[in-house]
């Protein structure tokens, strides 16, 4: 990924190229900051942000807190639920 040039090579794992690539979803988290402050030269308070984020996953799942809170539980059982 060209993107990753810059970060350490330690940084570098499958895992977080995988979480990267996920994260994605957040452009229009990032796209609403950016507008945020282009229009108010500030930066928008942490619980605008969280809720433009939580929106983002509501977005892709409308239960998505519900199926990740079974996912949380099941990953901390070993998927032994």
Do not use: V
Not at 10 to 30: A, C, N, P, Q, V
Not at 53 to 74: C, N, P, Q, S, V
């Amino acid at each position: 990924m060209k993107h990753l040039k810059h970060i350490n090579e330690e940084y570098k794992s499958k895992e977080l190229k995988k979480g990267i690539k996920h994260e994605k979803e957040h452009d229009k988290t990032y796209e609403n900051i950016k507008k945020y402050y282009e229009k108010n030269k500030d930066f928008p308070g942490k619980m605008l942000i969280f809720k433009w984020i939580a929106e983002d996953h509501l977005d892709d799942f409308k239960d998505y807190y519900t199926r990740h809170k079974k996912m949380e539980k099941g990953a901390k059982s070993g998927g032994k639920d």
